[in-house]
């Protein structure tokens, strides 16, 4: 930092010499000059900066874009070469602030408050991409933006790039104020609702499926869109589910759906399934509807018991639908990690999937025949054969209150199926209901020992104690006391 400095006497009062030892009177010293700073206005490097800095020393000398005292600024007292105060920074608006890649050559208005006179000339800087002169009109400077072979190439996952706009006084040889400039690409837009929306001045054309600063290269007056309410686009409508094997339809809500034209391809329904890609012929009824054809689908895996499937509505090939919502296509498999009947009827209840007795498994309706079938809509429905895998906490205190895990296949539908049938040991043992996990788990708190009994097994009944809604564990709990040793205890 350099520190601007001036001379300043340091008169009175005089200060007074030490005497020496044979002199019983003080000798004045002589006069002394020091340099002592009084403003360092060169470390401000804007207007905003030096005039807010404090020190009543400091300007901003515009066209030399310098903090500087009054007098080291030349022609200072013409008007808004030199501003003392923060409203008279200079500033600039570009009209149009921004235009497209595809735009070459253009002529620029800035508008430039506080300048003071620009007869001397001005050039219009463009970042690092070019210069050219400016013209000077009043208050106001027109600058030609860069040509064709000067415009930046955006990169591809942006739709605008940015540059630093500086004018240049050729009086001084001095960049004297800036602001940002940008150049944008409507085509990097590749659907409506995303080419709409831009911050940029873009149009979407419905027939030609591209984004464009310039709707008359749209092929059709009504094919023109900028506002998001006429594109293309899918409504959410109820959860689309769709059973794997099964043929079915898949019908859409939609809105604005453009008609194809002579020598354009229809609709298609893609489903991308893990994976691999799945085009399927599509019907649009009318600019509000379109439905995917009768198709089946499949998935592989039976870990997955159902599978959201990315989907899109396309038209003439590859024209895409805006889909907002992002509505899926949800597939699904009742037998899916559904082996029992307790985990088949768990399922929620919007997949249909019933548990066909005859054949053991989880299916639909349609595919278990005139076996019987039970789903969550049969009255007083129950899973017969109950049965205990596992006993966690095999052992504890006949006084009680030790809580017993207890896991197995079809241990009830509802927690009133098992809330009064748990005995461990010759013992009722009464269920959380907190801890239940349907027809999975059941979790109970010990009662006490009865007399004489040691140890047994797990019984429960789901609902009824018959046979076919009873289960007994081949692990057995036991009553363990615990034997204290104290020190001096009799025997």
Not at 66 to 73: G, I, L, N, V, Y
Not at 356 to 384: A, F, I, M, Y
Not at 454 to 466: A, R, T
Request: proline share 8%; charged share 15%; glycine share 8%.
């Amino acid at each position: 930092v350099s520190l601007s400095s001036k001379s300043v006497l340091l008169n009175p009062p005089q200060p007074l010499c030490a005497t020496r030892p044979t002199e019983a009177v003080p000798v004045p010293c002589p006069l002394q000059v020091s340099r002592v700073p009084v403003e360092s206005c060169e470390q401000y490097t804007t207007c905003a900066e030096c005039l807010s800095s404090g020190d009543p020393h400091c300007g901003w000398c515009t066209l030399h874009h310098t903090c500087s005292p009054r007098d080291s600024c030349e022609r200072a007292d013409e008007p808004h070469r030199f501003a003392d105060s923060i409203g008279q920074c200079m500033s600039i608006m570009v009209q149009p602030s921004s235009i497209s890649v595809s735009q070459h050559s253009l002529p620029l208005s800035l508008l430039v408050s506080d300048a003071p006179d620009l007869a001397a000339g001005v050039t219009c800087l463009f970042g690092n991409l070019t210069e050219v002169e400016g013209q000077v009109v009043g208050s106001r400077v027109v600058c030609v933006s860069p040509a064709a072979r000067d415009v930046p190439a955006i990169p591809v996952d942006q739709d605008w790039f940015g540059v630093v706009l500086q004018l240049k006084s050729q009086e001084t040889g001095r960049t004297f104020v800036s602001t940002e400039f940008k150049f944008y690409n409507c085509s990097a837009h590749q659907l409506c609702l995303s080419c709409v929306n831009s911050a940029f001045r873009c149009h979407w054309c419905k027939y030609r499926n591209l984004c464009t600063h310039d709707p008359t290269t749209c092929s059709f007056q009504e094919g023109r869109i900028n506002v998001s309410e006429d594109c293309p686009q899918l409504f959410p409508t109820e959860e689309i589910l769709i059973p794997v094997g099964e043929v079915k339809p898949i019908t859409l809500k939609a809105r604005n759906l453009p008609q194809p034209q002579s020598g354009q391809r229809g609709y298609e329904c893609v489903l991308s399934i893990q994976g691999v890609i799945h085009r399927v012929p599509a019907l649009r009824f009318n600019s509000s509807s379109v439905q995917c054809q009768n198709s089946s689908y499949l998935y592989d895996g039976m870990d997955i018991s159902d599978l959201a499937v990315d989907f899109a509505v396309v038209w003439n090939g590859n024209f895409v639908i805006d889909n907002p919502e992002d509505v899926k296509v949800h597939l699904y498999k009742c037998a899916a990690q559904r082996e029992s009947c307790g985990l088949c009827l768990k399922a929620d209840p919007k997949f249909e999937c019933g548990w066909c007795s005859g054949e053991g498994r989880c299916t639909l309706r349609p595919h278990c025949g005139p076996q019987p079938w039970l789903d969550w809509s049969s009255r007083n429905v129950k899973c017969s054969n109950p049965r205990i895998t596992e006993i966690l906490t095999v052992s504890g205190p006949p006084e009680g209150g030790t809580r017993v895990t207890i896991r197995g296949v079809n241990l009830g539908l509802d927690f009133s199926e098992i809330a009064h049938g748990v005995q461990v040991a010759g013992v009722p043992c009464t269920p959380l209901p907190e801890q239940y996990i349907i027809a999975e788990q059941i979790v109970c708190e010990m009662g006490q020992a009865l007399p004489g009994i040691s140890s047994g097994p797990v019984l429960l009944c789901i609902g009824e104690c018959k046979p076919e809604f009873t289960a007994k564990s081949v692990q057995h709990y036991t009553f363990v006391v615990s034997i204290l040793h104290g020190e001096g205890a009799g025997a």
